[in-house]
């Protein structure tokens, strides 16, 4: 079974631009969570999707949006970036069994420089 | 919302000793607490979890104990080896979530 995949792998971006990253889960898989991993702040929890549905969000501004598409993909977006915004960008997947959610899947990552 | 602290920061170990990671939470709603293995450029990586409904779990050189009145919980790795090296999170979530939130992380280093 093919794992969670990321693309693209690394970005350099400059301030103020966006930037579209996205998640393919593991197969069956509803539900996707992004994270955002930095040295000083370690994985700090962006938003959760669950078909089709924005369940969880974390404690990020409004320029961090996302969304998932019928066939449990997910894209996040940043808007006007800054250079606070480079970090590793880390999605995971899971599924539900028997009404617990099980061990969430992590892709490689997005590296995204903001310069 | 869930705040999780995990201590120490780094932690160094000569091969063949032990090491103890331990973590607090503050949810007393949350009932699930894995731990995930980070090695330098890669994902991370679930070594192990547990459940709330026990106590201690463990799996070869790995275990995790759980208090749940204290509201911590603890890695312990006995004779660690150079490939332990690495950076250790833990994590809490509740019941019918499938959120985590994480500790910032252990570096360990284990030298031969």
């Known amino acids: 079974k093919a794992g969670v995949t990321q693309t693209p792998r690394y970005l350099i971006k400059t301030r103020g631009q966006q930037v579209t990253l996205s998640c393919s889960p593991i197969?069956?898989?509803?539900?996707v969570s992004w994270y955002q991993q930095t040295p000083g702040q370690g994985l700090q929890f962006l938003f959760e999707y669950f078909s089709e549905t924005q369940r969880n969000k974390g404690n990020f501004p409004g320029r961090f949006s996302g969304r998932q598409f019928s066939n449990s993909r997910s894209e996040m977006n940043v808007s006007t970036l800054e250079l606070g915004d480079s970090a590793l960008y880390l999605c995971?997947?899971?599924?539900?069994?028997?009404?617990?959610?099980?061990?969430?899947?992590f892709g490689p990552g997005t590296r995204l420089t903001v310069l | 919302g869930e705040n999780v602290e995990q201590h120490p920061s780094t932690l160094s170990v000569q091969e063949g000793d032990s090491a103890v990671i331990k973590c607090t939470y503050s949810?007393?709603?949350?009932?699930?607490f894995p731990w995930y293995k980070q090695e330098l450029g890669k994902r991370p990586q679930l070594i192990i979890d547990i459940r709330s409904n026990v106590g201690e779990k463990k799996d070869q050189r790995i275990a995790v104990t759980l208090n749940k009145t204290a509201k911590h919980f603890s890695l312990h790795i006995t004779e660690t080896q150079p490939e332990d090296s690495a950076v250790y999170f833990c994590?809490?979530?509740?019941?019918?979530?499938?959120?985590?939130?994480f500790g910032k992380g252990t570096m360990l280093l284990v030298s031969p």
């Open positions: 197969s069956g898989h509803r539900s």
């Open positions: 995971a997947s899971s599924k539900e069994a028997g009404g617990l959610w099980g061990e969430q899947f």
């Open positions: 994590a809490a979530s509740a019941e019918g979530y499938s959120t985590l939130t």
């Open positions: 949810d007393s709603a949350s009932n699930y």
